[in-house]
Each structure stands twice: as structure tokens, then as C-alpha cells.
């Protein structure tokens, strides 16, 4: 596949031109390579078969044989009389189990150690699909891909499935038999030689029993190590406050945010109550015309930061600089202001503190994971100055065991190992021969243990140098508990039994501890009854109900700032043109932990939409300066070691940092991580250093003339905007500022349409054909052949608020796990042929050096006219009399017509037999409510069809109405900022109509009278006038 | 010499011509015969298993159960007015009774098997939809459709068979006309239950009463399909 070669000085005169007035998708489009054109005209490219990477190429032929096997052997099969179906009852029903209904359990999910609350739907006895707990601080109803997508981690058909004893396969007594032998020989001198490594912890029973261990074995030393590590938090706190504490942001009370370098509503641990409260502050109505202001500086794009009102892209290391100016100008004691701050940032900064000011207490200043503990200091130092202790920030007990510097232990552990003083290491989950710091060299001082036992999911990387690995439970497999980001308990009850006869973490460390064998439910049982004492069981009960231990949430307290933190410097900034390097988790993969994941493997990063990949984030601007295309095979050289990557120039990007995605290049641990036993993408690890964990300079970056095939669906599936006169074209994406609206909130609406002359006249001839009626009661201006079709009953219809829509692909990966959509895989999506029923399009507005970014969820529209419903020739797409298109698949022949004439590209097409219809496990998954559709035959959003006919058939058993809020779609559900709202938009009271009745509500491209029943809230930003940025 | 060679060239006699033209309409009779036979065929009952005795591994009698001993339907399927399934018993349903009566019958053998073992019974379906259409038992029931007009009088049958094709055409016929077949609520489970001569001006009234949409929202594809 030969790219065009894109000159980024081109693309900046066209920018600077007339072009620039207009909203971009990506470089190529503003580049108007030929490929992109084509891209825009045909659905599918022609020439994209080409791929070089030869893996792929070979399990795609593989995969193509298998399914014409099996297309064969079905034919084979066919049989005038159908095959004899068993009905197979139970032999005992379950209590309260009715088959053929779900049932729901609360339980809790342990992310970064800190619990997240969900509700898990259950078909008897499988588990099919995640949501959040609305009755969960943390989560309140919603979810993130990681929660939506550990369903699948669980019926991974890689996971290990037994106990292996150098690589052979053993069993739990001769386990536990070897690990005795060596407790009692290690008993002697207090578990000296003995280390427990595990992740952070949360869950109270294991600590106890960690606790447990300790006094048995005194001498024994636990570490906790994370790669994605909180250390700076904590030392941050320390530094300010003389001990650890744990930070809790109230967003909904703040009126001006600033985040420095943080992306709170991914990386935080209450992360998705953040995203909710922080939309809060943003909702845009006729009864509330008022909004929150945010300013982020950061070094490389986010999604937190696509809410900014002010972004300002900076390295990492400029952070401490704007601290200590905002510090400074606030009134912070003690800090000066540092020296050299560009024009641009002192502006950033003078807004910036203007509006905390202003605040009076409603506002809040956070910064994130990577920032050195004195940048931590200085935001604690700047919170308490502007007063919003206590009303937007609190400060509570730490929630996890031990709270320490993760990394000091860890290098701790590793010269111990080296020196011989380990005799047994056990490690409870984590995968530390991955994603240990490359200095440590984590992998040698393993090989030094006598006695290693890893406890994991996957026969990965630690367990291949470990001598025992233990197979462990899925977290939907066992019985646990874990605390929330506030300190909230909830218990973690198993929702099927472990697939693979594995045993929880707490049966293990019973059989540490010498204990007769107990399940893992009397374990964490018997501890909260000891806790609890006489109200035990009714605090268990409504633990279990309500999936919240019941008054479990910490307590502020009241904290005081200690002496001069202020006088330690932070490491000189780097030169002007010094590159530096910065370490991010995957937005996908995450720390490498779903690796192994089909959808998350898939999922589109956020602005880049890469997929089956990472990369190198380059600025545009070093693009052009080293001459670097988008594949552009690089060497990273960084401290004596280097690693080739692909590059990705990213609009946006801080101009002399370059991030590199944390979470791939993994060994072989599974068909997805590495097909063909080939590592995909690069381990970034593998020059992550302990005294730098997250960015320094000193990074140089060579090409190497070589390409690698990266794969984006950013230009897959974009609408095309260019068939339309100039005079009708209207935005994808209507914007304005908040000020534009007050004086026109109905900016986004269409302007009054002028006909032209021919039109007129055919309109004067056939009135009968002008639509008499359209949405909104309105007198439509358009003339249409298509029948207004009546809708006595409901009307279902959705809107999408854009101004609090982050794009954090929530909803992407909810819908592919309710509505049964497969993985496609890297070939398949390089052909155009991903199957997502939603996408996330994100569209650029400005220049390429910090573009304001749109995020727009992109569904079908479920149009009252509807252009694919005319051209299927075989009836297979129909409206139906409560507004939806429905989809039938059955019917369907495959003529891709529908998909064709669909000016939004929401529909999907089954080329091959996507849907691995012969791993068993995967088979437990799906929906039992949803088809699962096979090769051949087109399929797209349904609205969660099968939910609405749920609703219907309770309420007509019922004999009742559906009410509002009856029915919530699989992406409504997920979605953390309440974006999405879906309803009976006949109901004027329900709060879809209501939000279809205000001002800012439009419909895309309805210059071509679709009539789209899904509708979108315009996208309104709140600029501080001072800056004087506005475009 | 000229004609003669000209008389061996014809070597259809002129009735070839007739000939030809019948055996065109007949070839394309056949093939329209032949159409309409395998369409018959397929649409045949026999075809789709009407009227065949579906054997169980248990020789169970709905005849025994509901007609002499006068069980309700929903001793077993319970779960009929609430599921989309009509759930076969589980063996502790049938164990309630049959733990006390008949306790040796060699018939019930696979029962107390199951039950002591913990292994499931598996029966053999009898209505048997394509996976593609979501039936609800529970919203039928709701409407006012009998069990009889699907099932037929599974009362009188000691090894149950089909009465009706189950295919689509069939369900449209009662979706398009429900005042055909809806019934008072109280005669839902009376699976000797027949239509009263005025039945469709009691359907239009049962339709009203138990607010059952007509066939425009009825006949819609995402009703069963999605």
C-alpha cells in the first residue's frame, strides 16, 4: 500500500487559508490526498487489501480457509426436516430464577485496585454483559471500556487453566505440598527469605489476611507495585500535607477547573463520577444558560481535554513552571514564580488565575499521576489558598494497604532478589517481568528466586520465568471485596462458577497461612462478620442487593500544609528543542493488562483511531521538521537503549514531547496479544526507567526509512460534506461560545431554506408531495416522495449532547458487548470492515498545532425518511410503527444497497464469517436476546431493539405504558456524562422530548430530509474573553 | 437431382414444428408443476411435522395429567405468564408428586435418576422456531391468546405432535387478525376451549379490552425479529 506523501506546509497554508473556517477530521483530509477522496466516495477502499505486515496477512488467509470450511460442512447439513432440539430443565430451578429472564447481582470490579461498582446481567448462570452500579459512588450508573470489556477477559479461551510447575502441569495438592515444605523451612527465621508482590491492594479481607501472614511470618516483606503507579500522588501528599492522604473532587460544585497535565476522567480512581459531575457543569439549557470553565495544559492530547475551553500543549515538564506561576499569583506563600514563561502560557496562566479568583471557592485545580510530587504539593497548596478545601475538595485516609512509594519497594525487592536474600517470592496477580522499569531488570533478579509463584490469569511473561504459576480466578469468579476511590466497601460476589476450577486470591493465602480449606465465601463472609458484629447480616444483605457495604466511605479530615515544600525544585526544564519522552497507558490495551482483549485490541483510539497497534505521538510540527509520514518506522533512543516505532503525527500534541502508549508488544500470551505467536506493536517498557516513570528529555529520534502498516479508521466511514452547494453545507458539528449562544441559542438550527426556482415550481404543481407534517410541527421547506408514516403508539428517539460527550468509547465497546459484535481483526479493519454499530467521529477545528476537537457518537439515525429503506430490493430494512428501522436479518441477501445510499455510514456488512462460532467460551457471552449474525448480511444500531421490546412485553403484560426511562439503550447506559438520552419522543413530558424541544438541538444533514429521529445538543464552549482566542 | 437433395435436408417433417411448441409448454408446465410441488411441499404440514408423534425419553401423558387428574397447565410450566419461555419442568417439579406416588414406576426410572444424580432430563422439542424469531409466551397469554390455538387440545394428546406449521405465514394470520382468535382470559388454559359463533365481534371487543394493537404496529418485523 503506497501512501501519499502528505506536506504538512501544504496543509498549514490550507489551514491558514479558507479551510481553516472549516471543522477537519484528520491531516488527510486537509492534505485532500486522493486516498482520502476516495475514501469519502466509495464506503470501502479499493487497493487497501495490500497490506504488508505479513502476519497478518497469513492468519487472514487462515482464517478465510477455516470459514469456507465451515460454510461447507453446513451445507452439508442441510436437511428438509429440521434437527431434533433438546430442551434441557433443571434438575433443582435456582432460587428466584425464571428461565428465559436475566437476573441482575451487584458486585464490584477491582481497576488500579480501587472497586467500581456494577450490576452484572445474568443469563442462567452466564454472565452476558457489565453495567455500572447506579447505587455506586464511583460509578453511578456508569461504565468505561475496561469494565465493559473484562466480561470477555473472563471467557478468554487463552487463559490459563491450570496450575503448571515449570511449565508442566500439576495439580493444587502437589502445589500446596511444595509451597509447606518451604514455609517450614522459611518459618525458622520468620519468613525472612519470603516477599509478596501484588498489586495494589484494596480489599479489607485480603489485608487481613495479608495482615495474617505477616504476624505468622514477620520477617516477610510485601510490596505492592503497579505500573500505572499513584506514587506521585501519594508523595505529592506527603510533601504537602507530612503524611499520605487520599484526594475526593467534588466537580459539580465547580464553576472554573483546571487541569494540569491530569486526565481525571480516565486515570483517577473515581474517574467516571468525575466525568458525570464535571458534565453537569456543562449542560447548556434554555432554564440554565450558563456553564463551567476549563483550562487544561497538558503535553499530549486526552480525552479529559477535548472539554477544555482553554488548552494549552505543553511538555510535561513545563507543568511545574505554570504551578508555580498560578501558585504564585493566587497568593500562595513562599512561591516565586518561575522565570521564562512564553507569551502563550503566561495568557493561560492569567486567565487561568483570573477565573480562580473569581471562583470563590468553586473551583478545583488537579493534576495528574505523572506530575513530580512537587507540582502535587503546589495544587494541594493552591486548593487550600483558594478556599476549596472543604466544599470541592476533600481529603480522606488513604484506601489502599500500605500506602508507599511503590516504585522504592519495588527496586527494594529486586536487590534483594539479586543479593539472594529471596528464598520464596509469591506474586498475587500482576505481570512484573512485563511491566517492571527496565533497569530493575526485573526478569534476572526472578531467575534468582529459588521459589517463585505466580498467581495470574495468562500464562504470561512472569509466569514463563516463574517456577510454579497458579491459575487464578476472574474477578466475575470469586468471592472478594474491594474499596472505592472514597473508601465505599462492596463486596465482589462470584456471577458463575471459575471456568477453569481456579481458586480466588484468598483461598490462596489461607493455604499459606496453614488454615484448613474454606471457600472463598466463608473467608470474606467470616471476616465483615467480625467487623460488623450485630448488624453484620443486614449490612451483608443490602451489600449484596445494593453492591455498597452500607457507611464503609471514609470520613474527611481536616489536614494542614506543612513548611517549604515550594523550595524543591523540579529537574530543569529541558532545552527548547530537547525531545522528551512521556509514558502513557493504552486508551485500549491499558498497562498491557487487555492485551489479550479482541475488543479492546479493536477499539479505535481516541483522536488517532488507532487500532491493533501503538505508536509514537509526534507533534505535526516534528513531522514536518524530521520529514516523518504517518507509519514512518523510527528509532527511539532513550538512556542507552532504543526501540523502533511507528509514528503517528497528532494534531495537538506538545511540540518537543513524544508519547509512547504503554500495554503492547506483549510476548505470546494468546491468539489476540500476538497472532501467529508475533508480538503486535512495541513495549514501551522496555525504556521505562523507576527515577522516570512517566516522562524526561533526552530522547532522540532517527528514521529509519522502513514503514510498518498502522492501522486508523479515522478516515473509514466519513461522512461526505462535499456533494452539497456551498451555500447549504452546515457543520457535521455545530459550535458556538457560550456567549454566541446567549444572544442566538438557536445558532444550530438550519438556516430557512431557500428552494430554488425548479423546486418552487414542482412544490406550486405536486403539493401533495410536500411533507406536510415533518418533525417539530414545523411547515417543511422539502419536498419528498416518501410517506409520512403515522406513529400512534411510542416513538423512540435519541439525543446525543455534544458538549458533554468526552469520547471515552464507553458506549462503543457497551454496544458491541449487548449487541453481539465481532471482532474483526487487524486486515479486516485495514479493509474498511470494522463492525462497530457506534463510533466516535472527532472532528478538528483549527490549527494543527492545537486544534479544538468535537466529539460526536455516530449511530443510525433511524431516519423517518430513510434512504436505505427504499433501495433494498428484498424488504430486509423497514420501518417499523414505533419510528425505528429495523433490520431484518434473515431477510437480507447481502446487496449492500442500504449501506450505499446512507449519507451518515452507519451500516455494517459481514464480508466473512466474522463471528467465532466455534470457541465454546466466547459462546457464553453473547446475548441471548440479539441474532448473531452470520456472513453475508448487513447489520447496524437497532436502538437495543431487544431492550425495547423487553420493556414493551413487561408493560403490556402489565397492562401499563412504558414509562420514561423504561428503556435504556446499551450506549445510554454506559455512557459516564449522561450524553445520551433515549426515549418515546410522543411523551412530551419524557426528557428526550424535552431535550429535542431545546435550542440547540439539530439533526445532521438534514439538508437532505431524512428526518433523523437521533438528534444532536450543539456543542457550546465557554472561552474566557481575556484570552481573546476565539475564532 | 436439386429437389431430391433438398427432400433428404428436411428431416423433421413439418408436424416438428406443433411438436416443438408442445414440448416447450410442456417442459415449462413441469417446471411450473415442479415449482409448485417442492413450494407445497416445503408449506405442507407434513413437511414441517404436523400431526407427528414427538416421543420422550419419559413417556409423559398430557392426557394422564391434565385430562384425568385435572393439573393445571401452569403446575408445570409455571412461568408462562411471566417468561418468554414456557419452561419444561425441572425435575423437582415433577419429584413433588413423584416422590410420594408411583415412587417404583419403571417409567419414571429417568426422573428419580436425575434427581438423585443431579443430572438434567433432555427432552425433545416439539415447537421448534427458527433462532431468528422471539416468541413471548408471556405477552400471548396476557392478550388473551389460548394455548390451544397454538398448541392444540395438548390435553387429549398422550404424546404431543404439532397442529400448526409455525411458519411465518401462520403467525401473520392471527398478527393481521387478532379478533380471530383472542379469548377471554378465563379460558386461556381450557384447552377444549372453542371459538363462540359471534367470535370476531367478541375479538373486536376482547381487543379493545385487553388493548391489543391492530396489525400495523402487530405485523412489524422488529415484533419478532431482531
Request: proline share 6%; aromatic share 8%; charged share 20%.
Amino acid at each position: 500500500m503506497s501512501k501519499e506523501i502528505i506536506k504538512l506546509q501544504d496543509v498549514r497554508a490550507r489551514l491558514a487559508g479558507d479551510r481553516g473556517k472549516r471543522q477537519w477530521r484528520s491531516i488527510e483530509e486537509l492534505a485532500e490526498t486522493a486516498e482520502f477522496d476516495e475514501l469519502v466516495r466509495r464506503e470501502f477502499p479499493s487497493q487497501a487489501g495490500e497490506l504488508r505486515d505479513p502476519v497478518t496477512r497469513r492468519s487472514f488467509l487462515k482464517m478465510m480457509g477455516a470459514s469456507l470450511a465451515l460454510a461447507g460442512l453446513t451445507g452439508c447439513e442441510y436437511n428438509v426436516a429440521q434437527p431434533q432440539e433438546k430442551i434441557v430443565p433443571y434438575v433443582r430451578l435456582p432460587e428466584g430464577l425464571i428461565p428465559g429472564k436475566p437476573l441482575f447481582f451487584a458486585t464490584a470490579m477491582p481497576f488500579q485496585g480501587y472497586g467500581l461498582g456494577l450490576v452484572v446481567e445474568q443469563h442462567e448462570g452466564r454472565p452476558t454483559k457489565i453495567e455500572g452500579n447506579p447505587d455506586h459512588p464511583a460509578t453511578m450508573g456508569a461504565s468505561n471500556v475496561w469494565m465493559q470489556a473484562s466480561i470477555l477477559t473472563m471467557y478468554d479461551p487463552d487463559r490459563s487453566k491450570s496450575i503448571s510447575y515449570n511449565k508442566q502441569e500439576s495439580t493444587w495438592e502437589n502445589f500446596t505440598g511444595a509451597l509447606t515444605q518451604s514455609l517450614n523451612q522459611l518459618r525458622g527465621n520468620g519468613g525472612a527469605g519470603m516477599r509478596l508482590l501484588t498489586e495494589t491492594i484494596t480489599s479489607p479481607t485480603l489485608i487481613a489476611q495479608i495482615q495474617q501472614l505477616q504476624q505468622a511470618f514477620p520477617q516477610m516483606q510485601w510490596v505492592q507495585y503497579d505500573p500505572i503507579s499513584r506514587d506521585n500522588v501519594r508523595a505529592g501528599a506527603q510533601l504537602a500535607f507530612g503524611n499520605i492522604v487520599n484526594t475526593i473532587y467534588d466537580f459539580s460544585q465547580a464553576r472554573t477547573i483546571v487541569s494540569l497535565d491530569s486526565d481525571f476522567m480516565v486515570t483517577e480512581p473515581g474517574h467516571l463520577r468525575y466525568a458525570r459531575q464535571f458534565a453537569q457543569t456543562r449542560l447548556v439549557r434554555k432554564s440554565n444558560p450558563a456553564m463551567s470553565r476549563f483550562y487544561v495544559a497538558e503535553s499530549t492530547p486526552t480525552i479529559t481535554s477535548t472539554q477544555a475551553d482553554h488548552r494549552l500543549p505543553v511538555s510535561s515538564s513545563r507543568i511545574d513552571a505554570l504551578a508555580r506561576a498560578i501558585a504564585a499569583q493566587v497568593g500562595v506563600g513562599g512561591v516565586t514564580a518561575g522565570e521564562g514563561l512564553s507569551d502563550a502560557e503566561n495568557r493561560w496562566v492569567t486567565a487561568v488565575v483570573q477565573d480562580l479568583k473569581a471562583s470563590g471557592g468553586a473551583s478545583i485545580v488537579i493534576t495528574g499521576e505523572q506530575q513530580p510530587p512537587v507540582v502535587h504539593a503546589l495544587v494541594h497548596a493552591i486548593n487550600q489558598q483558594l478556599g476549596n478545601v472543604g466544599k470541592t475538595v476533600q481529603y480522606t485516609n488513604p484506601i489502599e494497604a500500605n500506602p508507599g512509594i511503590q516504585f522504592d519497594g519495588l527496586r527494594q525487592l529486586v536487590t534483594d532478589m539479586n543479593s539472594g536474600a529471596v528464598q520464596l517470592l509469591l506474586m498475587l496477580e500482576g505481570n512484573p517481568v512485563y511491566n517492571a522499569p527496565a533497569d530493575l531488570n526485573f526478569t534476572a533478579a526472578l531467575k534468582k528466586v529459588p521459589l517463585s509463584i505466580h498467581y495470574g490469569l495468562f500464562n504470561d511473561e512472569t509466569s514463563a520465568n516463574s517456577t510454579w504459576h497458579v491459575n487464578a480466578s476472574h474477578y466475575l469468579e470469586m468471592w472478594s471485596d474491594v474499596r472505592a476511590f472514597d473508601g465505599t466497601a462492596s463486596v465482589i460476589q462470584p456471577l458463575i462458577a471459575p471456568l477453569y476450577g481456579s481458586r480466588s486470591p484468598h483461598e490462596l493465602l489461607d493455604a499459606l497461612l496453614g488454615q484448613p480449606p474454606r471457600s472463598g465465601y466463608d473467608v470474606v463472609r467470616g471476616y465483615w462478620q467480625g467487623q460488623l458484629g450485630t448488624t453484620f447480616e443486614q449490612a451483608w444483605e443490602s451489600a449484596l442487593r445494593n453492591g455498597v457495604l452500607p457507611n464503609t466511605a471514609q470520613q474527611p479530615q481536616q489536614v494542614s500544609l506543612q513548611g517549604n515544600f515550594a523550595a524543591q525544585q523540579a529537574a530543569a526544564p529541558a532545552a527548547n528543542d530537547a525531545l522528551e519522552i512521556a509514558f502513557r497507558p493504552d486508551p485500549s490495551v491499558w498497562d498491557g493488562s487487555y492485551a489479550n482483549n479482541g475488543w479492546m485490541q479493536e477499539l479505535p483510539n481516541p483522536f488517532t483511531k488507532l487500532t491493533w497497534d501503538n505508536a509514537a505521538y509526534v507533534s505535526p510540527k516534528r513531522a514536518q521538521d524530521l520529514s516523518l509520514q504517518e507509519g514512518d518506522v523510527v528509532t527511539l533512543n532513550y538512556k542507552g537503549q532504543s526501540i523502533e516505532a511507528p509514528v503517528i503525527p497528532l494534531p495537538g500534541q506538545a511540540d518537543n514531547t513524544v508519547t509512547v502508549h504503554l500495554g503492547y508488544g506483549r510476548q505470546n500470551i494468546g491468539v489476540i496479544s500476538a497472532p501467529d505467536g508475533v508480538q503486535i506493536g512495541f513495549n514501551a517498557y522496555q525504556f521505562r526507567t523507576s527515577d522516570a516513570p512517566w516522562f524526561n528529555t533526552g530522547l532522540q529520534v532517527q528514521k529509519t526509512g522502513r514503514r510498518h502498516d498502522l492501522v486508523t479508521t479515522r478516515n473509514n466511514y466519513v461522512i461526505d460534506q462535499q456533494v452539497y452547494s456551498a451555500a447549504e453545507r452546515r457543520e457535521i458539528v455545530r459550535v458556538a461560545t457560550l456567549d454566541e449562544y446567549q444572544k442566538n441559542p438557536t445558532f444550530a438550527q438550519p438556516e430557512p431554506h431557500r428552494l430554488t426556482e425548479e423546486q418552487v415550481e414542482s412544490t406550486e404543481h405536486n403539493t401533495n408531495m410536500v411533507d406536510p407534517v415533518p418533525q417539530g410541527g414545523k411547515e417543511s421547506p422539502y419536498v419528498s416522495l416518501l410517506p409520512n408514516y403515522p406513529y400512534p403508539g411510542y416513538a423512540w428517539g435519541m439525543t446525543i449532547d455534544l458538549n458533554t460527550c468526552i469520547g471515552c468509547n464507553a458506549c462503543v465497546t457497551a454496544c458491541q458487548a449487548e449487541n453481539n459484535i465481532p471482532v474483526v481483526g487487524k486486515q479486516q479493519v485495514a479493509l474498511g470492515r470494522e463492525m462497530f454499530w457506534i463510533r466516535i467521529d472527532q472532528y478538528y477545528h483549527g490549527d494543527l498545532e492545537n486544534p479544538k476537537v468535537y466529539n460526536q457518537p455516530m449511530l443510525c439515525q433511524h431516519c423517518e425518511h430513510a434512504p436505505c429503506e427504499l433501495v433494498c430490493p428484498v424488504a430486509a430494512t423497514v420501518h417499523d410503527a414505533e419510528g425505528l428501522n429495523a433490520m431484518v436479518y434473515n431477510r437480507c441477501v447481502g446487496t449492500k444497497y442500504c449501506s450505499n445510499n446512507c449519507p451518515y455510514k452507519v451500516r455494517r456488512f459481514n464480508f466473512l464469517q466474522y463471528q467465532d462460532e466455534a470457541t465454546q467460551s466466547l459462546k457464553l457471552q453473547r446475548n441471548p436476546n440479539v441474532t448473531v449474525r452470520s456472513r453475508g448480511v448487513m447489520e447496524k444500531c437497532t436502538y437495543c431493539v431487544q431492550r425495547i421490546a423487553a420493556a414493551r412485553q413487561d408493560a403490556e403484560r402489565l397492562g401499563q405504558e412504558i414509562q420514561d426511562g423504561g428503556i435504556i439503550t446499551a450506549c445510554q447506559q454506559a455512557c459516564p456524562t449522561n450524553a445520551i438520552v433515549f426515549g418515546n419522543i410522543n411523551d412530551k413530558g419524557s426528557q428526550v422530548a424535552q431535550l429535542k424541544a431545546e435550542p440547540t438541538n439539530y439533526g445532521v444533514l438534514t439538508e437532505l430530509n431524512t428526518q433523523p429521529r437521533t438528534t444532536y445538543l450543539a456543542r457550546v464552549w465557554n472561552p474566557n474573553p481575556a484570552v481573546g482566542e476565539t475564532e | 437431382m436439386a429437389v431430391e437433395t433438398r427432400r433428404t435436408a428436411q428431416v423433421f417433417p413439418r408436424s416438428a414444428n406443433t411438436l416443438i411448441w408442445i414440448s416447450i409448454l410442456a417442459s415449462a408446465l413441469l417446471f411450473a408443476l415442479g415449482i409448485g410441488a417442492l413450494y407445497y411441499f416445503t408449506q405442507s404440514g407434513w413437511a414441517r411435522g404436523v400431526g407427528q408423534d414427538i416421543t420422550q425419553p419419559v413417556p409423559y401423558s398430557h392426557q394422564l395429567h391434565v385430562s384425568g387428574l385435572k393439573i393445571d397447565c401452569r403446575y408445570c410450566h409455571n412461568y408462562v405468564e411471566q417468561s418468554h419461555f414456557a419452561n419444561v419442568p425441572a425435575t423437582e417439579t415433577c419429584m413433588s408428586c413423584h416422590s410420594v406416588i408411583r415412587t417404583n414406576s419403571p417409567n419414571l426410572a429417568l426422573v428419580r435418576e436425575s434427581w438423585v444424580q443431579d443430572v438434567p432430563i433432555e427432552w425433545n422439542r416439539v415447537h421448534d422456531l427458527p433462532d431468528f424469531v422471539y416468541f413471548n409466551h408471556s405477552s400471548h397469554i396476557a392478550k388473551g391468546v389460548g394455548c390451544s390455538t397454538c398448541h392444540g387440545n395438548i390435553a387429549e394428546m398422550p404424546v404431543v405432535h404439532k397442529v400448526a406449521t409455525l411458519q411465518m405465514g401462520w403467525c401473520l394470520d392471527c398478527h393481521r387478525n387478532p379478533e380471530k382468535y383472542v379469548r377471554p382470559k378465563e379460558e386461556i388454559y381450557n384447552t377444549d376451549w372453542r371459538p363462540p359463533p359471534d367470535q370476531i365481534a367478541q375479538g373486536l371487543q376482547l381487543m379493545k379490552e385487553y388493548r391489543i394493537r391492530g396489525s400495523y404496529q402487530l405485523t412489524n418485523c422488529s415484533i419478532c425479529h431482531r
